[in-house]
Nanobody, 121 residues
Framework: QVQLVESGGGLVQPGRSLRLSCAAS????????MDWYRQPPGRERELVAA???????NYADSVKGRFTIFIDNAKNAGYLQMNSLKPEDTAVYYC?????????????WGWGQGTQVTVSL
């Protein structure tokens, strides 16, 4: 059974950086795609960043130039590098990913449990 386990959240001052991790546990061959969403307090979940199988990336306008999404299949993990953090980046961050389970093309898709990021003095 595959699970996505997130880590790396915490309390950080404005202008600082954090790197969120989303590790796929279980027997997988690779992570095909990954998205990072966030849900600020009292607001709906929104897409922050996405990466496809060929490495193409997309970012919300609010994070372009500050956040970077990438996958390291040697570690069965994806990451969201967040630089120049702002108070408005405060949210619970969730990853979702499609993983390749076997060479017949069987895939699994699911969500991580979420990790809190708080940007404050």
């Amino acid at each position: 059974q595959v699970q996505l386990v997130e880590s790396g959240g915490g309390l950080v001052q404005p202008g600082r950086s954090l790197r969120l991790s989303c590790a796929a546990s279980g027997n997988i061959i690779s992570i095909n795609t990954m998205d990072w969403y966030r849900q600020p307090p009292g607001r709906e979940r929104e897409l922050v960043a996405a990466i496809t199988r060929d490495g193409s990336t997309n970012y919300a306008d609010s994070v372009k130039g500050r956040f970077t999404i990438f996958i390291d299949n040697a570690k069965n993990a994806g990451y969201l590098q967040m630089n120049s953090l702002k108070p408005e980046d405060t949210a619970v961050y969730y990853c979702n990913a499609e993983t390749l389970l076997d060479h017949d093309g069987t895939t699994w898709w699911g969500w991580g449990q979420g990790t809190q990021v708080t940007v404050s003095l």
